[in-house]
């Protein structure tokens, strides 16, 4: 599963340099998460860097991009340009 901001982000700009995959990036009005590129940290860390940095708890998993372990350790590997 890939997580995603919500619309209570105040765009305090912690998350996005402790992303391990350049996941996280500016909006149109507050930060995104690309699920292509978000691995919940698989790969880096053992949480999710994001979600531990977040002063206002606003970076729930996104049910929309839901994913076994499997198919998040494979999107870790294709973007170290193993896979
Ligand atoms: Fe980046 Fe990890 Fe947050 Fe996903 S969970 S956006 S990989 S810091
Ligand atoms: Fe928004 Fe939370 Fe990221 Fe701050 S850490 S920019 S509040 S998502």
Redesign the pocket.
Known sequence: M??KITDECINCDV?EP????Q??SMGESIYQ?DPN?????VG??DE????QVCPVSC?PVDPAHVEAKESLWAKYRRLKGEG
């Open positions: 890939a997580l998350c402790e992303c391990p995959n996941a996280i998460i590129k978000c691995t919940e940290c880096h860390f999710p860097q994001c979600v970076i």
